[in-house]
């Protein structure tokens, strides 16, 4: 589970604050839905509305090194290792072509429908070996 994997975001002008830079929390934003697509919408809705797991962050940060700002296309690079059978990594960086503006890392569980911790399902775990 060592690839990288890349979505690219578009920076709008309503994505920044006063000072014309990306609103922190809007990198999260950003964050989730890179690993939306590195994990299938479809099989993040299968897994809900089958098996009743989804996934929730268990933790999160971010180190600021440089802010995007209106106009930029950024990239979001995510690595992904496995904690345990419950917890995965998103290593999620924000690069403006070579440029390293953001560090992020999110560390996600799975619970079913009672909040409950469940493993990860086999079908992500694949998915994540495969690249």
Known sequence: M?????HRVQIYYEDTDHSGLVYHPNYLKYFERAREHLLGVDELVRLLNEE?????VYKAGMTFKRGAVF??????RTRVTSESEYRLIFA????????????????????????KLVKVPESVCARLAKG
């Open 2 to 6: 060592t690839d990288v994997y890349r």
């Open 92 to 115: 999620q960086d924000v690069y403006r072509d070579e440029e390293l503006l953001v560090e992020g890392r999110v560390e996600m569980v799975c619970v079913d429908g009672t909040t």
């Open 52 to 56: 009743g797991v989804g996934f929730v």
């Open 71 to 76: 106009g930029d296309n950024i990239e979001i």
